[in-house]
C-alpha cells in the first residue's frame, strides 16, 4: 500500500519511528465506512473524524479565523 511505503521511507530517511499506538488517521467525510476501516486495517492506524488537541492546542479541520488562537494571545500578554 502507497501509504505504508511512504511512511516507511520517511522513518528510513529522517531515523525516526511512528508509534501506531498514538496514531490516529483523519478521515474526508466523503470516506464512507467500509473505506475507512479497510484503510484503518491495512496501515494499523485507527480512524478518527475528531482531530482532538496536540500539545494543548485544539486542531481543527477547517480553516481557524483570526480569533481561534487568541487566547494564546492573551496569555502571552496577560503576565
Do not use: H
Request: with cysteine.
Amino acid at each position: 500500500m502507497l501509504i505504508k511505503n511512504i511512511m516507511k521511507l520517511f522513518c528510513r530517511t529522517f531515523g525516526q519511528k511512528i508509534n501506531l499506538e498514538k496514531s490516529y488517521m483523519f478521515f474526508s467525510k466523503n470516506v464512507g465506512v467500509p473505506q475507512w476501516n479497510q484503510l484503518s486495517a491495512e496501515i494499523g492506524i485507527y480512524g478518527t473524524k475528531d482531530l482532538g488537541n496536540y500539545l494543548g492546542i485544539l486542531i481543527f479541520r477547517n480553516r481557524a479565523s483570526r480569533g481561534t488562537y487568541n487566547f494564546i494571545m492573551i496569555k502571552f500578554t496577560s503576565d
